[in-house]
């Protein structure tokens, strides 16, 4: 999906209700085309570094540097961000300003479409990118949110199974010296922790549509 979405669970007559709005600033057909085109970059990518005869691991290692060496970080979406955040009234005039301007710069800079075909992103972005060329190449992975110990920020990063096990890839933190330094790594609580309800995310796909 093109989309980032918002959900909500709900109890209600006994039984559990997912609820799920996609937040676009993009029209049906907008949104549309721009999955269209992600798709068609991850069938391209993914045909081009994946190989008959790849192990899960191979694949993951591909990913990720192609991810590293084609994309580079947002710094400018990032202050964007934490200039919205920064309001404790999200419903003020401020904010609702801030958001705009963030979308209008930066409409791709949380989503797959921004590494993949625009080349710069941010966390979330990197780990959407990462997910959507796993799925094009046939490899178990689920995009995980939670947060960065060091900064006490919000983050997002992947986990991978691999040999029976799964394992963190975080592309993000991969920027730096070395391309392989959080590649298939166990996570330690003290460097993140995974939000609760990251689990969810996994089965949106299973009931959203378009």
């Known amino acids: ?12 007559k006994g039984r559990y209700i ?10 049906l057909d907008e949104r549309n085309r721009l999955q269209e085109t992600m798709a ?26 192609w991810l590293v060496n084609n994309a580079e970080y947002d710094y400018d979406a990032l202050t964007g961000i934490e200039e919205y955040f ?24 949380q989503n797959a479409y921004g590494v993949l075909v625009y080349g710069r992103g941010v966390c979330a972005s990197y780990a959407s990118g990462f997910k959507l ?6 490899l178990p992975a689920v995009y995980v949110t939670g947060v960065s110990m060091e ?11 691999l040999d029976g096990r799964w394992w963190l890839v975080d592309s993000t933190w991969n920027e730096g010296a070395d391309p392989d330094e959080w590649f298939a790594v166990p996570e330690d609580p003290k460097q993140r922790t995974a939000d609760k309800s990251w689990m969810v995310d996994t089965s949106i796909p299973r009931y959203a549509t378009g």
């Open 1 to 12: 999906m093109y989309d980032s979405v918002n959900y909500e669970v709900a109890h209600w």
């Open 18 to 27: 997912m609820v799920i709005s996609y937040p676009s600033q993009f029209d």
């Open 40 to 65: 068609a970059k991850a069938k391209n990518v993914t045909g081009k570094i994946i190989t008959k005869g790849m192990t899960d691991r191979d694949k993951a290692s591909a990913i990720n540097r």
């Open 86 to 109: 920064s309001f404790d009234d999200r419903f003020s005039i401020e904010a609702f300003d801030a958001l705009f301007k963030l979308q209008r710069d930066y409409p791709y800079n």
């Open 133 to 138: 060329l796993a799925d094009a190449a046939g």
């Open 151 to 161: 900064s006490g920020q919000g983050h997002a990063w992947n986990r991978v199974q």
